[in-house]
């Protein structure tokens, strides 16, 4: 079994703020994937990044970046300088490898950046 | 420009009549899957298919049914709606499971 949570339900910042998402997961693989979502208001999922297990290298893209700690299961987002339109519900999601190609998602963080 | 798309975009519906939502991709993908959104849940795996045919379940699948005659199309049935089932429905495609998934717009449906 598997399983993403994401602690956070909403959070509220204002603009130009740093914000970081939390996501832990759980999962017996030694093999697995990484997912950060986006969905804007308009309803659309948006993918932002994918990660392996055997990458924890962070990343940085633009103002977003990623942890990825093995060692707390967990695979945080970090939003710099955050603007108004980076507010979203953004989803952390797993996919396993004996889990077959199903992707499980949490609950998701509604983020609100205020001008 | 996804190539996936979703049909109906809304559709409201009465309690106890069937509904067939309908998924259509034109990137070949092998895998596509059905979820469901509700606050407070994220999204959830209603059914998915790994091949023309061949399909299974997710955690949410009682209620609805599945198929997948053509490696385009992915078709969830709701065989008797009921108001609990009242959700937007998103369709995904995979080529490679476990890569990258790629999602259609949604369907928001409410039964009444």
């Known amino acids: 079994a598997q399983k993403v949570t994401q602690a956070q339900t909403e959070i509220s910042v204002v603009e130009k703020e740093d914000v970081t998402l939390d996501c832990v997961y759980e999962t017996r693989d030694t093999t697995y994937y990484l997912f950060w979502y986006k969905q804007p208001p308009s309803g659309e999922l948006v993918f932002l990044i994918r990660r392996n297990s055997f990458d924890e290298q962070n990343e940085i893209s633009g103002r977003y970046s990623w942890n990825f700690q093995k060692s707390t299961s967990s695979f945080n987002f970090t939003i710099t300088a955050s603007q108004v339109v980076d507010s979203a519900v953004y989803f952390c999601?797993?996919?396993?490898?004996?889990?077959?190609?199903?992707?499980?998602f949490g609950e998701g963080t509604q983020l609100t950046v205020n001008p | 420009d996804a190539g996936i798309t979703q049909s109906p975009r809304h559709k409201v519906t009465e309690t106890g009549t069937p509904v067939t939502l309908r998924c259509h991709q034109t990137e070949n993908h092998r895998y596509m899957y059905w979820y469901r959104q509700d606050p407070g849940h994220g999204l959830r795996l209603i059914h998915y298919s790994y091949g023309v045919k061949d399909t299974d379940k997710g955690e949410v699948s009682d209620g609805y049914s599945v198929s997948r005659s053509k490696t385009e199309d992915f078709l969830l049935t709701l065989e008797s709606a009921t108001s609990s089932q009242t959700s937007v429905y998103f369709c995904?495609?995979?080529?490679?499971?476990?890569?990258?998934?790629?999602f259609g717009s949604g369907t928001r449906l409410t039964v009444v």
């Open positions: 999601a797993l996919s396993a490898e004996t889990s077959g190609s199903r992707l499980t």
């Open positions: 995904a495609i995979s080529s490679t499971g476990n890569y990258g998934y790629t």
